[in-house]
């Protein structure tokens, strides 16, 4: 792609005032954004919310960020690469946000499946989407064991999951 093409593509991003190269990304990927934080603010609140019980819960960009590199640290061992996909069977959680994290920090790619979803169309997204590995809660553990092959995909059980083995 010539110079000129590029411009016009970046021209096509902006408008006012500012040019086309104040809004390019100074980095490369998620791994560099969360090192920039952790260097930064590691001690300032990154993630809160509320538990099961109704309890405020948060994290610091360090805690954070130390949890998602574990995650990612695990996802590797299981040999997910770039591109390999992860898929998350749970309701929103916490830990969901980690996974996510942590897959764009590897380059893999998440494949969110609705619970809710009827148990044929769940087993056709698993046989045809190439999930490696599935991060799920008890909630769905027993549902998602019939539908899928433990021989083919990992089943990992959030509730049974410890970030501090890793």
């Not at 996510?100 to 499946?113: D, E, K, M, R, S």
């Not at 990992?156 to 999951?161: A, L, R, S």
Request: charged share 25%.
């Amino acid at each position: 792609m010539d110079e000129t093409t590029k411009l016009n593509i970046l021209k096509a991003h902006y408008f006012g005032e500012k040019s086309a190269t104040d809004y390019l990304v100074v980095y490369k990927n998620i791994c560099e954004i969360l090192n920039e934080h952790l260097k930064e603010k590691p001690d300032k609140d990154y993630l809160k919310y509320y538990d099961e019980t109704g309890i405020a819960v948060s994290y610091s960009y360090a805690e954070f960020i130390k949890k998602v590199f574990q995650l990612a640290n695990y996802l590797l061992k299981n040999n997910i690469i770039k591109g390999d996909r992860v898929a998350t069977f749970s309701h929103n959680h916490s830990d969901t946000v980690i996974l996510y994290f942590a897959c764009w920090t590897i380059g893999a790619v998440v494949v969110p499946v609705n619970v809710s979803e009827e148990d044929q169309r769940v087993k056709y997204i698993f046989d045809n989407s190439d999930t490696k590995i599935i991060f799920t809660r008890d909630n769905y553990f027993d549902k998602l064991n019939n539908l899928v092959s433990p021989e083919k995909i990992l089943v990992v059980n959030f509730n049974e999951f410890s970030f501090e083995s890793l």
